[in-house]
């Protein structure tokens, strides 16, 4: 069965500094990749995706992640957080069904960003 | 640009009445997904329609039900309700077409069973 784990539950950072957020998936074959962000009481909006292609994804906010097959890793990074990214991330993938297949979300990993 | 609906935002239920949460997707929408997020948890699959037929079946409880009309809105049907079934209950909607497996998500229907 495909799952995803993310490394961190609760990352809390000053800003300015560097975010990395791990995600890794188990899924052999072809897959779909996924960040997502939710505000505190708000819904879920990507932030970016990896369809196939250069793996080195920029999405939105300055945020980016890197694919690397050979770990199954879909890393979020941004060089530098704002007090506005605290929120939480949540790492998702979709494999099997096609164009109408399920998202597949990790845990999440909750950023706190100190002003 | 028009985004994914849902009503009611907020709904507060006693145990064992029944609920049922509307989910508008983006116009030209083919697809609609539910999700069920619990207090500081994922948010988990439970049911999805593509053009008005059930596609795919995750973690949906025998107590709950949905079906996709022919204007693509859907409905998702709870019934003997739970205090457990208390959650943010998301409805996202993609394009099997031309969307590139893009989900967007609505705000969400906050379900609290007392």
């Known amino acids: 069965a495909q799952s995803v784990s993310q490394h961190n539950h609760h990352v809390i950072l000053s800003e300015a500094a560097s975010l990395e957020l791990g995600c890794n998936y188990s899924y052999g074959g072809t897959v779909n990749l996924f960040w997502y962000v939710q505000y505190p009481g708000q819904h879920l909006q990507l932030l970016l995706k990896y369809f196939s292609g250069d793996p080195l994804v920029k999405g939105i906010k300055g945020f980016e992640a890197e694919f690397i097959k050979s770990k199954f890793s879909f890393n979020l990074r941004k060089p530098s957080v704002q007090w506005s990214d605290t929120a939480e991330y949540f790492c998702a993938v979709k494999g099997s069904g096609g164009s109408q297949g399920n998202l597949i979300f990790g845990k999440g990993t909750k950023l706190s960003v100190k002003p | 640009a028009a985004g994914v609906i849902q009503s009611p935002r907020h709904l507060i239920k006693e145990k064992r009445e029944t609920a049922t949460l509307k989910c508008y997707p983006i116009?030209?929408?083919?697809?609609v997904y539910w999700y069920q997020q619990g207090p500081g948890q994922d948010p988990q699959f439970l049911i999805s329609?593509?053009?008005?037929?059930?596609?795919d079946k995750g973690s949906i409880p025998d107590r709950f039900s949905a079906q996709q009309f022919s204007d693509y809105h859907s409905e998702l049907n709870m019934s003997s309700l739970e205090l457990g079934d208390s959650a943010l209950y998301f409805c996202?909607?993609?394009?099997?077409?031309?969307?590139?497996?893009?989900?967007?998500f609505g705000p969400g229907t906050r379900l609290t069973v007392t």
């Open positions: 996202a909607s993609s394009d099997s077409v031309w969307g590139s497996y893009e989900q967007y």
């Open positions: 329609f593509y053009e008005k037929m059930q596609s």
């Open positions: 116009p030209r929408h083919d697809t």
